[in-house]
């Protein structure tokens, strides 16, 4: 084998990891919160109470 051809190879073998990888911690970690806590830019305040009238 010449060396692109193990060089193609490893990569193809770390790119299948990494998505096998993303897809186990989605699995596992991400659907099982009932919240996003985490990687979120949206503040949770406390709800706004008015004073209706009338």
Do not use: W
């Not at 990888?21 to 109470?49: C, S």
Request: a neutral charge; glycine letters at 8%; proline letters at 2%.
């Amino acid at each position: 084998m010449s060396h692109s051809k193990i060089y193609r190879i490893c990569l193809l073998a770390a790119v299948i990891l990494t998505i096998a990888g993303g897809i186990f911690y989605y699995v596992n970690y991400v659907e099982r919160q009932d919240t996003v806590i985490e990687g979120t830019l949206v503040r949770q305040d406390a709800p706004v109470l008015t004073n209706v009238c009338g």
